[in-house]
């Protein structure tokens, strides 16, 4: 019978059954009332609902007669005043008798609730004692037919038996026998082991101890046992029903803060499953024994003196709640309790925290005809609900946004979860209604995960139980595989899959954490306490803090989803538990796990800003998470990211997504990509005119050279030369052209004056010569003035699509690169970003005005601004001189207009190094936000023709040195060195390298640089290096030319911090002409400094090169043996 609204239940029409719990099964009751209710029409349409609430408004009109009859009567105000009293208080007393039979049947309900739950009421698992059907002369309409809910459940346990739980009473007696024996090594563990580690983590409790352990007289029981067949071979699954009803009483002191506390009485009710594996063919047969729960259990200590310990600083921000949290989740999924029964057992870290079984993908895309819990005007107009949604799979907790105002709400939100049991865990949805106090429950649904193992793919709508309406979910089992092969089709896929909030993975990475060895120590020689936090992007883990040790064993196992793992990578941060102190570092690009075996690296990993022998133990395991083709097709071309059609409850079977085709590559003009780049050399001058004048121009002085260049609407400037008529400079400068042709280089000559500079005179290029042939040296005559000219080289560089004369390239940009000169190119990367789609909604709704960045270390460019759209469309290109391709990046962000940040990209041009053509076409996907792009970037390697690098084979000719001219005494032309600047490189990579000497080695190349009548040294860096005292040196690199010892040819390195390999790579110069170089030698000192405070150098090692005896024209990096003051170096 429909109970009109507004009626308050009385307590007899209570519903016999109160709604079961999250993580309780069923009770017995619910089914009857399920069954029993099952033939019940399905209530009143909206007329019905209409004349309830017309109903309801007339009985509320009838509170005003009274009224209208005592004014009729002519009454005082104060007979109405006088009922009206006398009815509160006949409400008042009414409501307090309706309170006390609630509270009393609420009572009664949490009994039977506690009495299913420990009897396992599902369909099954049942305890074995229950007693087999017929044993009962009642039948269920008997019971059906009383009143009481506790005979119902009686009545069921009778009718119901379920073999595969068994009795374990033989197993209880065994563990009350064993339960004293446990307790004693209990009170040695906690001694030993935990009491140390808790004094450990905080100073504190330095004072902590444990004054009782006692387990108690009441044994843990174990209620039934249940075996799982059909598993794998080679392990036995076991769950255990068990029921702890315990007088533990565990006593703890902290003599400091003379603070005494403890546990005294411990209730424990749950489903332990316990994993016998591997099974070996030696005793005792089984290798280990796995111990957790699935789901959290029924947890509840009794504290003694809880206030008083929480009173302690440090743990004023605890509460016995968190600690109850924290204690119950240890025992859940995915910690595990493992015990080697063996030793020397293999692969212990894979069973502590071994591989998921897979992953679900769930999609959550709608629900309908949920419950109005929203009321106005005290319940006289029914309103809708804002409902969200809550998917839990196990530990994993999600949080849908929430709909206002709707009772068929449309979320199209995408979360996934790592499955570590089948069966056993279970997928829960609970919806709820958002209120400003406290949140309606609207119903839920769960769903055992085995179910989508077994179907690959669901796609189903779910009724609620507990409420009305239903959920509509899409579940996806995702396998995991070790073939990288797979991961360009996973990725395809994923750029169709609409995904809300975050991107689709592609695959995860599961790191087990092992140990360390010889991490630094803290100030002080104090060990530190380390921790170790694992990121991937924006998601960061930590691990548990080992105290008092720099060698800490964490043995803990880390998951991470990714969404691109040739782009991402593991950042691992070794650092004090105050996380003030790092203790090392390591960076680990994951494009390295796809080309390992397996997928997985398993092994010592050396970590940077630390000790010499500071290094990490962990092995790194990647699986691809792989949609089976056979429940779904791969689409041939990526759709467009974008949400399924909500409004269509029948989508396409077999795809996550209806999609429009969308363009896998980028559509660029015919002009992309013809950029060249011009390097202009700025050599010396002749001639210029005198302006500095002193004495009121009695005194006719010099003039201060520089130049100004001008080309493609960008400027350079060169340095000032003082007093020089005739200048040299030895500048180069590089800028992009294209071959639009008409273009001209301007060169202005000014000198630098205090207040205004003078002109000295201007030249300009037509830059159709060097555009058509390459190349172009002149000197040119400056005009507008009485004399003077300028010497420059120009030279066009075609960008290459290959990496193979990359290393050249490199090399000869050192040799010939200046100091005075910035950086030279070595590759010029062009960009066109066309698209973007799927871009977030301003405040959900509304969409952004998006604009993009293209930047590349200084250098950037920004696109135009694409008004109200989340799929816009740019069409603009940048290109970008590259000086240092393996290690720099590009780096795009989009941003809104007012809105701030859409996502970001970071494209390491690494990647495009070992791409085709050293290019790549395709969507990318944007972290730190939503959406993708649609981009070419394509890489080019800058190959000079005329300073030494050309197209050639590196063959290691035996007779390069017969080929140079005889005196070599004069060094020739850099523009015609190019066959003796090739030797040099091809000679420099041949030579293996020779083991270090017991002083180490310093890596150096010297050679004479003709065109500018130098001697050149690059130091590149050491290695090996001695180490005297207990901290590693703080090296650099002295070079002084002898027999001079002063000042002017002394050059010095940077310092380098707390390291035996220091890397330089800092060059030095020295003006003189060639015959008085090879009269020279050169003495190359390694020292460290001893303290801050103190002039004293520690002499490392040292070497002396004599010039003479040293080919300077082959400029080949070469490591040299180091040795000390009175023994000359060797390489």
């Known amino acids: 019978m429909e109970r009109p609204p507004g009626d308050s239940p009385s307590p007899v029409d209570q519903p016999c059954a109160p709604s079961d719990p999250p993580d309780r099964p069923p009770t017995a009751h619910a089914k009857l009332d399920q069954s029993s209710s099952g033939n019940q029409p399905a209530g009143p349409g909206a007329a019905g609902e209409a004349l309830a609430v017309l109903t309801s408004f007339g009985r509320r009109l009838l509170v005003l007669v009274p009224v209208y009859l005592a004014g009729a009567m002519g009454l005082s105000v104060g007979f109405v005043l006088f009922g009206l009293a006398l009815y509160l208080g006949w409400r008042r007393v009414r409501e307090e008798k309706e309170r006390s039979l609630r509270v009393a049947r609420q009572l009664l309900d949490d009994e039977e609730r506690l009495t299913a739950k420990t009897l396992y009421m599902s369909h099954r698992e049942l305890p074995a004692w229950v007693s087999p059907v017929g044993t009962h002369p009642a039948s269920q309409e008997e019971a059906a037919g009383r009143g009481s809910c506790s005979h119902c459940l009686r009545v069921l346990h009778l009718q119901v038996s379920f073999p595969d739980v068994e009795k374990a009473e033989w197993l209880n007696k065994i563990v009350a026998q064993v339960w004293p024996f446990l307790g004693q090594y209990m009170e040695k563990l906690l001694a030993q082991t935990v009491a140390p580690a808790v004094r450990g983590s905080n100073p504190h409790l330095q004072t902590f101890t444990f004054t009782r352990v006692e387990l108690g007289e009441k044994p843990l029981r174990i209620l039934g046992v249940k075996v799982h067949s059909g598993q794998r071979k080679e392990q036995i699954l076991l769950d255990l029903n068990i029921s702890y009803v315990g007088d533990v009483q565990i006593d703890v002191e902290v003599k400091k803060y003379f603070c005494k506390a403890g546990v005294k009485g411990m209730q424990l009710h749950g489903v332990l499953r316990v994993i016998l594996e591997p099974l070996i063919g030696d005793v005792p047969i089984v290798g280990a024994v796995s111990m957790f729960f699935i789901r959290r259990p029924t947890l509840d200590i009794n504290w003694t003196g809880m206030t008083n310990l929480l009173d302690i600083p440090g743990l004023s921000s605890l509460s016995d709640t968190m600690i109850m949290d924290s204690i119950a989740a240890f025992l ?29 993908r769930i999609h959550l895309l709608a629900a309908r005809g949920l419950g109005s819990k929203d009321k106005y005007v005290k319940g006289l107009i029914e309103g809708k609900s804002d409902p969200y949604a809550l998917v839990r799979v196990g530990t994993q907790t999600f949080c849908s946004r929430v709909i206002d105002e709707e009772l068929n709400p449309k979320w199209g939100e995408t979360y996934e ?8 865990q279970e997928i829960e949805v609970e919806v709820f209604d958002k209120d400003p106090d406290k949140d309606d429950f609207l119903g839920r649904m769960k769903l055992d995960v085995g179910k989508v193992l077994q179907a690959g793919v669901m796609d189903e709508w779910f009724p609620l139980q507990g409420g009305q309406g239903q959920v509509h979910l899409r579940l996806e089992w995702l396998s995991l595989l070790p073939d990288a092969e797979k991961l360009e089709q996973v990725l395809q896929w994923n750029r169709g899959v609409s995904s809300r909030p975050e991107p689709p993975s592609a695959a995860i990475l599961v790191i087990y954490l092992d140990r360390a060895q010889d991490l630094p120590l803290k100030k002080g020689n104090k060990e530190p306490n380390p921790m170790v936090q694992l990121s991937i992007q924006d998601v960061t883990q930590e691990s548990k803090a080992v105290y008092s040790s720099n060698c800490p064993v964490w043995e803990e196992a880390f998951r991470f989803f990714l969404q691109d793992p040739r782009s991402q990578e593991l950042d691992v941060q070794v650092k004090d538990d105050s996380r003030a102190l790092t203790l090392g570092a390591l960076t680990l690009p994951l494009a390295r796990l796809l080309t390992a075996s397996e997928l997985t690296l398993d092994q010592w990993f050396q970590l940077s800003s630390s000790g010499p022998n500071s290094r990490l133990y962990m092995k790194l395991v990647m699986r691809l998470l792989y949609l089976d083709s056979s429940e ?3 689409p041939a071309v990526p759709g467009t990211p974008g949400a399924w059609d909500l409004d269509n409850e029948s989508p396409q079977t077999g795809s996550s997504v209806d999609v429009p085709p969308r363009p896998s590559h980028t559509t660029p003009d015919s002009n992309f990509g013809t950029e060249n780049v011009l390097r202009i050399h700025v050599l010396e001058a002749q001639d210029l005119i005198a302006k500095d004048r002193f004495l009121g121009g009695l005194v006719k002085g010099k003039s201060d050279p520089y130049v100004k260049l001008k080309l493609a609407g960008r400027s350079f400037r060169s340095r000032v030369v003082r007093e020089d008529l005739n200048p040299r400079w030895n500048e180069v400068f590089e800028v992009i052209v294209t071959s639009i042709p008409g273009q001209e280089l301007e060169a202005e000559v000014f000198d630098k004056d205090l207040d205004k500079d003078d002109f000295l005179g201007r030249c300009k290029v037509n830059l159709t010569t060097v555009l058509n042939n390459g190349f172009l040296e002149e000197w040119l005559t400056l005009e507008d003035v009485p004399s003077g000219r300028l010497h420059l080289r120009l030279e066009r560089l075609a960008p290459r699509p290959t990496a193979a004369e990359l290393e050249e390239v490199l090399q000869v940009n050192s040799l010939i690169q200046t100091q005075k000169s910035a950086e030279l190119a070595a590759a010029l990367l062009s960009v066109y970003l066309e698209r973007a789609e799927d871009l977030p909604l301003r405040k959900g709704t509304k969409p952004p005005s998006p604009y993009a960045t293209l930047a590349v270390g200084d250098t950037s460019h920004k696109t135009k601004t694409v008004s109200q759209t989340s799929a816009p469309v740019w069409d603009e290109s940048a290109s970008f001189l590259i000086r240092k391709p393996n290690t720099e990046s590009l780096e795009l962000q989009v941003r809104g207009e007012g809105t701030g940040a859409l996502g970001s990209l970071a494209l390491p041009l690494s990647e495009l190094l070992v791409a085709d053509g050293l290019c790549l076409d395709r969507w990318f996907t944007l972290s730190n936000g939503q959406g993708q792009v649609l981009l070419r970037a394509q890489l080019g390697i800058l190959v000079s023709q005329h300073s030494g690098v050309e197209a050639h084979s590196h063959s290691h000719s035996s007779s390069s040195l017969s080929e140079e001219p005889e005196l070599w005494g004069g060094l020739p032309h850099l523009t015609s060195s190019a066959p003796e600047l090739r030797q040099r490189l091809t000679h420099g990579d041949s030579p293996p390298e020779a083991p270090a000497g017991p002083l180490g080695q310093v890596k150096l190349t010297v050679w004479y640089y003709s065109e500018e009548r130098k001697l050149v040294s ?20 002295s070079l002084l030319l002898l027999p001079d010892k002063n000042r002017g040819t002394k050059r010095k390195t940077s310092q380098k911090k707390r390291t035996l390999s220091p890397e330089f790579s800092e060059r030095f110069e020295w003006e003189l002409p060639l015959d008085e170089a090879l009269r020279r030698k050169l003495d190359v000192s390694v020292k460290s400094s001893s303290s801050f405070m103190s002039r004293e150098r520690e002499l490392l090692g040292k070497v002396q090169l004599d010039l003479a005896e040293t080919d300077l024209s082959q400029g080949a990096a070469q490591w040299y043996d180091l040795t000390d003051d009175k023994d000359k170096g060797s390489s």
Do not use: K, T
Request: hydrophobic letters at 40%; glycine letters at 8%.
């Open 332 to 360: 859940v999924l995915p910690n595990r309790l493992l015990v080697p029964l063996v030793p020397d057992l293999q692969d212990v870290a894979q069973l502590r925290s071994p591989l998921p079984r897979g992953i679900i």
């Open 1018 to 1037: 690059i130091v590149h860096g050491c290695r090996a290096l001695r180490q005297n005292g207990r901290d590693p040196p703080d090296p650099y690199v």
């Open 417 to 424: 979860v790592m499955v570590h049991e089948v069966p056993g």
């Open 632 to 634: 779904v097709g791969f």
